[in-house]
């Protein structure tokens, strides 16, 4: 079933799990993340970036997403993340998502605000959730989110408080040392930032650049806030890499391809759920 991103969230952030969040851009996205979490009795977020566009419109993904969801006992939630064109968020809302990412955090605090602001009014008009972001995270190895030029810049608590006040947003992106893609060296989390930021404020944080971090990290991050933790690239590294490895030693048929990379997602998609579920 579908249902939107506050009705996954809040029970995850009063009993102290998270939720996984999973880039779905394709068929074999979309069945990998909502069968696994069907397998594994959990919801799942099928996240479709505003960067994929180019592979599938909005209304091809919620017509994937609407029909896998029908056959799944667990809440799936059609999240659009990344995106700073208001446009395309009010057509994703039209298509059926329930809920979206207004990402303002390259923007100045207070047009960051007003934007986040009015995407929040129309899409709670309909009912859909709105995931905001504050400060930036740095780009790694094989990132396929954010831009070369971005560079790091931790959230302030003070500044999340009045933002969260300011906005009546539903989950708010943090940013405490993960980074797009995989890690170029050891990660430094910053969790006595994310502390502060949880002491400040009263709704859901989210985790971007799931992938890679330490387990200990990823624990530490759910028991001060953390609902929502984003994973994408290493189910595209898994899928590539277990992909390669079959073509050298046999040449499937598509479709038997295409079976295959639903079951390489899985096995990234339980790997996370498993960690997430820390009730």
């Known amino acids: 079933m579908l249902v939107n991103l506050k009705e996954i969230l809040a029970p995850a952030y ?3 799990y998270a939720v996984g969040s999973f880039n779905c851009y394709s068929y074999e996205t979309f069945r990998g993340c909502i069968t696994a979490g069907e397998e594994m009795g959990a919801p799942v977020i099928a996240a479709f970036g505003a960067a994929y566009l180019a592979n599938m419109s909005l209304e091809t993904a919620h017509a994937i997403a609407a029909s896998l969801a029908r056959e799944a006992d667990v809440p ?3 999240h659009l993340d990344h995106c700073s064109e208001v446009d395309v968020i009010c057509r994703a809302i039209k298509a059926g998502f329930g809920s979206v990412m207004y990402d303002g955090s390259a923007l100045p605090f207070a047009e960051n605000v007003a934007n986040t602001r009015a995407v929040c009014r129309a899409a709670h008009a309909c009912g859909v959730s ?3 972001e504050l400060g930036s995270l ?18 302030d608590p003070e500044a999340a408080r009045d933002f969260i006040a300011a906005t009546e947003v539903d ?16 990660p430094y989390i910053r969790t006595d930032i994310l502390e502060e930021i949880h002491r400040a404020v009263d709704v859901p944080l989210v985790l971007h650049g799931g992938s890679g971090t330490p ?12 609902a929502k933790i984003n994973v994408n690239t290493e189910i595209s590294s898994a899928v590539v890499a277990q992909t390669t490895q079959l073509l050298t030693r046999e040449k499937p048929h598509y479709s038997t391809l295409s079976l295959r990379q639903v079951d390489y997602v899985k096995t990234v998609v339980k790997k996370y759920i498993e960690l997430f579920e820390c009730r």
Do not use: F, M, N, P
């Not at 780009?139 to 810049?153: F, M, N, T």
């Not at 200990?216 to 028991?223: F, K, N, P, Q, V």
């Open 76 to 78: 799936v939630c059609l």
């Open 215 to 226: 387990e200990e990290d990823l624990r530490a991050c759910i028991a001060r806030g953390i």
């Open 171 to 186: 989950a708010l992106a943090v940013s405490i040392g993960t980074v797009h893609g995989l890690y170029k060296g050891k």
């Open 130 to 132: 709105v995931e905001a």
């Open 138 to 155: 740095g780009v790694g190895v094989d990132s396929h989110e954010g831009r070369a030029e971005d560079v790091e810049q931790y959230t």
């Open 14 to 16: 009063e009993k102290h």
